[in-house]
């Protein structure tokens, strides 16, 4: 069973804030060519990506690292495991798989669900989160949900039950923690790649 979320109100906001502004990824993205999105992004996950690595094993770096986020850290990104990536390089990385394999529209609306939804789930569900489930909440499931509802009532040109499939397996996804076997996949990973996964499936059927 997996602990409820070390993180005080504070902290979650805090944590909330940086991810939002992950915002302006989609709200660029919609305005530039796949390519440039790309040449921006390959370079950003790659930095982020160094930094995730150095911080296991340079002291320096893990000594600013540890000083600097701790406090915003999730139970299991603190955890000994030198292999997992913390939640910005996840959803740095979500970005750069979604404009590689994904249509832009489908891209842009995932990723905005997992940049606005996720934001709202967690800060409702930890200030009005009554009925528990694991670490979440129906109060913040029901917040992400609503949220995306309106996101995908604001993208131009997203039909409307490929978005509502999509905010449906967003929901879902952010509900429950993905595993491949005993790896944990970050929410930032999953919900954006398989809501944009059901988002394909769909309009292959329904368009």
């Given at each position: 069973m997996e602990a409820i979320d070390r993180l005080e109100l504070r902290y979650e906001i805090a944590?909330?804030?940086?991810?939002?502004?992950?915002?302006s990824i989609p709200l660029i993205y919609w305005y530039?060519?796949?390519?440039?999105?790309?040449?921006?992004?390959?370079p950003l996950f790659s930095g982020f990506f160094l930094i995730d690595l150095l911080k296991n094993f340079f002291e320096p770096v893990s000594v600013w690292y540890h000083k600097t986020f701790d406090s915003m850290l999730r139970t299991h990104e603190l955890e000994g495991n030198k292999t997992y990536?913390?939640?910005?390089?996840?959803?740095?990385?979500?970005?750069?798989?979604?404009?590689?394999?994904?249509?832009?529209?489908i891209a842009v609306t995932a990723f905005t669900m997992v940049a606005v939804s996720d934001?709202?789930?967690?800060?409702?569900?930890k200030i009005f989160g009554k009925h528990r489930f694991g670490q979440k909440s129906l109060e913040g499931s029901a917040a992400f949900f609503l949220s995306a509802l309106l996101i995908i009532a604001v993208v131009p040109g997203l039909n409307i039950v490929v978005g509502v499939a999509m905010a449906i397996?967003?929901?879902?996804?952010?509900?429950?923690?993905?595993?491949?076997?005993?790896?944990?996949?970050d929410d930032n990973l999953a919900i954006p790649l398989v809501s944009a996964t059901i988002g394909v499936l769909c309009s292959f059927i329904f368009l």
């Open positions: 944590r909330k804030a940086i991810h939002l502004s992950s915002l530039i060519s796949r390519d440039l999105a790309l040449f921006l992004l390959v990536l913390n939640g910005a390089t996840h959803i740095v990385m979500a970005a750069l798989l979604l404009v590689l394999f994904f249509p832009k529209i934001t709202m789930a967690a800060i409702i569900g397996t967003a929901t879902l996804t952010e509900a429950f923690i993905v595993r491949i076997g005993d790896l944990r996949i």
